[in-house]
């Protein structure tokens, strides 16, 4: 059962961006925290089940260590703020990213407790202890309530919207399913574009080069773009620092932030703009 009904995006009321903006372009940034010992994100599942796991753990430890000072770095430069897809747990181990992240008024989503545990199995009563620990953790550590949520490895429970309406959220981006944001049947949730396809973590370990994936962010844009003469779109841009951190890729996310910072019909914003946004349009 999904907590949304179906909507062909040929049948909406228009949405518009402000400044008369097409194209509302945001940066999620993954900060993560991964817990050793736990099997998680691989580069290689040989080693997955080791304790330790020195090959997989240095490999995603890498972006909480470099590779997100040179996002931040590419952030600054052209103009964008962050999208800030947080665990709690990263928050209460990276003090110093959070600080930076703070500084530059990033938008702080909750993103589970870790990414080493994905976010089933839990009972009503369980999950909305733990949904309440998440958010308090995130509160204290960024200063700022997180209004959107994205689980671990973008996993829910039947439960989840529901929980994290009484708890004050107001979106979701686990559903990618849409160009633009859409009211999920949980009165006052709404669901805002993400993506698991413009996606450094899925993309690059398939074998896509950099110059490929700097294409794929203009054909993406250019693409919604088109699409938006009647209607506004959303254009994700999904980061995980121990995947596009990496040296010899910084080039390349360089080049595709500053083609999207030089389009004129492209509002760069974060999630939680967009989501302000849409909701003051839509009843």
């Known amino acids: 059962m999904t907590p949304f009904d179906y909507s062909p995006i040929t049948e909406r009321s228009p949405i518009t961006w ?11 940034l993954n900060i993560e925290y991964f817990v050793p010992g736990l099997p998680s994100t691989s580069i290689w599942s040989g080693t997955a089940d080791l304790v330790p796991d020195a090959l997989n753990h240095g490999w995603r430890d890498y972006g909480a260590r470099v590779g997100i000072w040179r ?12 999208s800030a897809l ?27 407790r870790t990414n080493s545990e994905l976010h089933t199995g839990l009972s009503r009563e369980e999950e909305s202890r733990v949904l309440a620990e998440i958010t308090d953790t995130i509160t204290d550590g960024t200063g700022q309530r997180p209004r959107g949520w994205m689980g671990p490895g973008l996993t829910e429970t039947a439960h989840t919207p529901e929980l994290l309406a009484e708890l004050g959220y107001r979106y979701l981006l686990d559903w990618t399913n849409d160009d633009q ?73 360089d080049q595709a932030l500053e083609f999207l910072a030089a389009q004129p019909d492209a509002w760069l914003t974060t999630s939680d703009e967009i989501a302000d946004h849409y909701l003051g349009q839509k009843p």
């Open 181 to 253: 944001p859409y009211p999920l049947t949980v009165p006052g949730m709404i669901s805002v574009p993400y993506t698991v396809e413009l996606n450094d973590l899925l993309l690059f370990p398939r074998g896509i080069t950099g110059p490929e994936f700097v294409q794929m962010v203009r054909d993406q844009y250019e693409q919604l773009l088109a699409d938006s003469r009647h209607s506004g779109r959303v254009l994700a841009l999904a980061l995980h620092p121990f995947v596009i951190g990496q040296a010899f890729r910084a080039r390349y996310l």
């Open 18 to 28: 402000p400044d008369g903006k097409k194209v509302a372009v945001y940066v999620g």
């Open 86 to 112: 947080v665990n709690s747990l990263a928050v209460q181990h990276y003090p110093q990213i959070i600080k930076a992240g703070t500084e530059r008024n990033w938008a702080w989503l909750a993103h589970g």
């Open 71 to 82: 996002v931040i770095d590419s952030l600054d430069r052209h103009g964008l703020r962050a």
